[in-house]
């Protein structure tokens, strides 16, 4: 896996100032999402960033900016962008659009449910652009062989802010929550590290290494490749406003030994149950090129961990 593809792919940016959120009129933000509780309990940081994909499917309607930074090797790049999301359950729809631009290249990136297809709309840099699609028909019946029981929407096993945090949630564990402000408001400051079997499927050179007593550093990580995750959610509406990855950057072999941020995805000038235009969500691509990666896509899926 190319962990820079991924922090492109992902929109990951260190920014400053106005991560706020506003509600519809009358419509309280504990109504959408259950408010934080004593993070001193060794369970509640995961139950917090439970709880904020749960209160992603759940809400009504968001609508959010974005903003980015990722850092690859000697090269920087910085983003902006957009996300709409409406309605629950089978009805949910989102669109998520950002652009990365270094000095030279440009990487474009839109997500788009329209309900019946996602589309998932790639332009890096100077390669040709890419447009694939899966039947959210087929993911919600595939879905069914899990036996959840009572769920969301599908978007948690399809795509957009709510895929991205549940993977992060597969690939890490959380062990910290420390109460924290974020341009003035009170976060929950969330730590994650390598699930270890996770970690070892995914470097299976080194899972004997990983898997041993004395484990791996930072510095054994490939470029690139990120050593632990933060989040910063908000204490009252359990929303995901920042995800931060965290590596030692440079070529191999490093003599750092501290982490450092090299990633960043920002929601900000967030709007809770607002109402979202709809055309937001109509997308009809060429069909020249089009791929359609269903059947990759299912096989990729997982019963997610409770």
């Given at each position: 896996?190319?962990?820079?593809?991924?922090?492109?792919?992902?929109g990951?940016?260190?920014?400053?100032?106005?991560?706020?959120?506003?509600?519809?009129?009358g419509?309280?933000?504990?109504s959408?999402?259950?408010r934080?509780?004593?993070?001193?309990?060794?369970?509640?940081?995961?139950?917090?960033?439970?709880?904020?994909?749960?209160?992603?499917?759940?809400?009504?309607?968001?609508?959010?900016?974005?903003?980015?930074?990722?850092?690859?090797g000697?090269?920087?790049l910085?983003?902006?962008?957009?996300y709409?999301?409406?309605?629950?359950?089978?009805?949910?729809?989102?669109?998520l659009?950002?652009?990365?631009?270094?000095?030279?290249?440009?990487?474009?990136?839109?997500?788009v449910?329209?309900?019946?297809?996602f589309?998932?709309?790639?332009?890096?840099?100077?390669?040709?652009a890419?447009v694939?699609?899966?039947?959210?028909?087929?993911?919600?019946?595939?879905?069914?062989t899990?036996?959840?029981?009572?769920?969301?929407?599908?978007?948690?096993?399809?795509g957009?802010v709510?895929?991205?945090?549940?993977?992060?949630?597969?690939?890490?564990?959380?062990?910290?929550?420390?109460?924290?402000?974020?341009?003035?408001?009170?976060?929950?400051?969330?730590?994650?590290?390598?699930?270890?079997?996770?970690?070892?499927?995914?470097?299976?050179?080194?899972?004997?290494?990983i898997?041993?007593?004395?484990?791996?550093?930072?510095?054994d990580l490939p470029?690139?490749?990120?050593?632990?995750?933060?989040?910063?959610?908000?204490?009252?509406?359990?929303?995901?406003?920042?995800?931060?990855?965290?590596?030692?950057?440079?070529?191999?072999?490093?003599?750092?030994?501290?982490?450092?941020?090299?990633?960043?995805?920002?929601?900000y000038?967030v709007h809770?149950?607002?109402?979202?235009?709809?055309?937001a969500?109509?997308?009809?691509p060429?069909?020249?090129?089009?791929?359609?990666?269903?059947e990759?896509?299912?096989?990729?899926?997982?019963?997610?961990?409770?």
């Amino acid at each position: 896996m190319r962990w820079t593809a991924l922090f492109a792919a992902c929109g990951v940016v260190i920014v400053s100032g106005g991560a706020g959120v506003a509600r519809a009129q009358g419509g309280a933000a504990g109504s959408v999402y259950q408010r934080g509780a004593d993070a001193n309990d060794a369970g509640q940081p995961e139950r917090i960033v439970a709880a904020a994909i749960a209160g992603l499917s759940k809400a009504e309607s968001i609508s959010a900016r974005v903003r980015q930074l990722a850092r690859v090797g000697n090269t920087v790049l910085k983003g902006s962008g957009r996300y709409v999301q409406q309605g629950t359950g089978r009805e949910q729809r989102f669109r998520l659009e950002t652009r990365l631009s270094s000095d030279t290249e440009t990487f474009d990136l839109l997500e788009v449910c329209d309900g019946l297809f996602f589309w998932n709309y790639r332009k890096l840099g100077m390669q040709p652009a890419t447009v694939q699609r899966v039947d959210v028909q087929r993911v919600h019946e595939h879905l069914e062989t899990f036996a959840l029981g009572p769920r969301g929407s599908d978007g948690p096993y399809v795509g957009g802010v709510q895929r991205m945090l549940t993977l992060v949630r597969e690939w890490f564990r959380f062990t910290a929550a420390t109460a924290d402000e974020l341009d003035g408001m009170q976060v929950w400051t969330i730590e994650g590290s390598w699930h270890k079997p996770m970690l070892a499927m995914i470097l299976p050179g080194q899972a004997e290494a990983i898997n041993g007593a004395a484990g791996i550093t930072a510095a054994d990580l490939p470029e690139g490749m990120p050593w632990s995750v933060r989040l910063a959610i908000g204490r009252r509406e359990l929303f995901p406003f920042r995800i931060e990855w965290l590596a030692i950057p440079g070529p191999r072999p490093v003599t750092a030994t501290t982490p450092e941020v090299v990633a960043v995805l920002e929601l900000y000038d967030v709007h809770l149950g607002e109402p979202v235009d709809a055309t937001a969500f109509v997308y009809k691509p060429a069909i020249d090129g089009l791929i359609d990666v269903t059947e990759q896509h299912l096989k990729e899926l997982a019963r997610p961990r409770q």
